[in-house]
């Protein structure tokens, strides 16, 4: 089956995430910041990655450019709430980075595990 | 010869000065209101999703079910309020007000460093530290955003320069005739992998990816209607396999200190 990466701060969400993902059989490795994440990453196992942008030790936008160098073929969910320059910016600048989609916070969990099966099956 | 592309907006006054100090509290508070909006939209991501997981296990017909239905009309409540909390923000934080440029291109340079290779230089060259527009801030940033990473993805072996120059006053041309000049002359340059003359006239339309495989590489067409906005100019010079210069030149700008002007 497919492997997912998670990049998010929010343990909650984290959590909750994985547990969206584990439900539709994917594998899924969990980070809690981008520098575990890039600790984590094993190009063999991850097909697609969702991470939050904002986040201590590391930034998203920092996990996107470094996984993106580390396996050109991987995709990219960034997700976002914004921050002081607002949800636009951060997420634009995702997209100029190399994500493939972008997803502003509120979402539906359920709108996101769609995303991910439209992207990597 | 380089390959140029040029936009040009209004010629009139970029209107009243002096709202800066209040306006500045307003964006303040708007980058607050932003902050716990931020905050409170994750939690609202959390409910909805731990709620359709109830939902998912208790099975649509049931109780709890109807509880939970309740839980996410609540969530969708909560959603609208941060919605109008961000309107409110955005509201604030469209309104022009006095700027200082280099205090925006600090901020985004600090912000954009993280995701620059280390290969890649920002040098910066201010020769008018104190220049200061009427402008919407965000707006500003979203310039220097959109330029910078445009140069990051232009250095293709993630070793290079981007120059950013801050110069003025200047005429509408970028001169300095010493005669009444006024403009603020932004050149971001790049040792990129350049652009042909097609590409560079592709990049002022809405919707324009230009990034490749390396990415969405968002047009100039957000850049253009921006520094419009400003009644300034924007001129891209490049060469294919020589770099990219980016020129923009602002009106109606002061080069004394922003207190001064307030």
Not at chain 2, 94 to 104: F, G, L, P, S, W
Not at chain 2, 209 to 222: D, F, K, R
Not at chain 2, 226 to 241: P, R
């Amino acid at each position: 089956m497919a492997g997912v990466m998670i990049v998010e701060d929010d343990a909650t969400l984290l959590d909750l995430l994985r547990e969206s993902l584990e439900r539709r059989n994917y594998t899924v490795i969990t980070a809690s910041n981008g520098r575990e994440a890039l600790i984590k990453f094993r190009p063999s196992v991850v097909d697609l990655v969702i991470t939050d942008l904002l986040m201590p030790e590391e930034d998203g936008l920092m996990v996107i450019m470094k996984i993106r160098e580390m396996k050109p073929s991987i995709r990219l969910i960034a997700i976002s709430g914004g921050g002081k320059a607002g949800p636009g910016s951060y997420l634009l600048m995702a997209s100029k980075l190399g994500a493939d989609h972008v997803i502003s916070k509120p979402f539906l969990p359920s709108e996101l595990v769609k995303k991910v099966k439209e992207m990597i099956g | 010869m380089p390959a140029r592309g040029k936009q040009e907006g209004k010629t009139s006054s970029a209107g009243g000065h002096g709202r800066g100090r209040s306006s500045q509290a307003e964006a303040q508070l708007a980058k607050m209101a932003a902050g716990i909006a931020h905050d409170l939209n994750t939690v609202i991501t959390t409910i909805y999703g731990f709620s359709e997981q109830a939902m998912e296990s208790a099975g649509e017909k049931s109780r709890t079910a109807a509880y939970v239905r309740k839980i996410i009309s609540a969530a969708d409540r909560a959603r609208m309020l941060t919605a109008r909390l961000l309107s409110l923000s955005r509201h604030a934080a469209n309104e022009k007000m006095a700027v200082r440029i280099t205090d925006i291109l600090s901020e985004t340079i600090d912000l954009v460093k993280p995701s620059v290779p280390a290969g890649i230089k920002i040098v910066r060259k201010i020769n008018a530290p104190e220049a200061t527009i009427e402008a919407v801030p965000l707006q500003l940033f979203r310039i220097f955003l959109n330029l910078i990473m445009n140069a990051v993805q232009a250095i293709e072996e993630k070793k290079g320069i981007i120059e950013i120059t801050v110069d003025g006053p200047v005429n509408n041309k970028g001169k300095r005739t010493k005669k009444n000049d006024t403009c603020l002359h932004i050149r971001i340059s790049d040792t990129g992998k350049g652009m042909d003359r097609d590409t560079i006239e592709k990049m002022f339309e809405p919707y324009f990816t230009g990034g490749g495989e390396q990415g969405t590489g968002l047009g100039l067409s957000v850049v253009s209607d921006a520094l419009t906005d400003m009644h300034g100019t924007i001129t891209v010079s490049s060469v294919k396999g020589h770099g990219t210069i980016v020129d923009m030149i602002i009106p109606d700008a002061t080069f004394g200190s922003v207190s001064e002007k307030n």
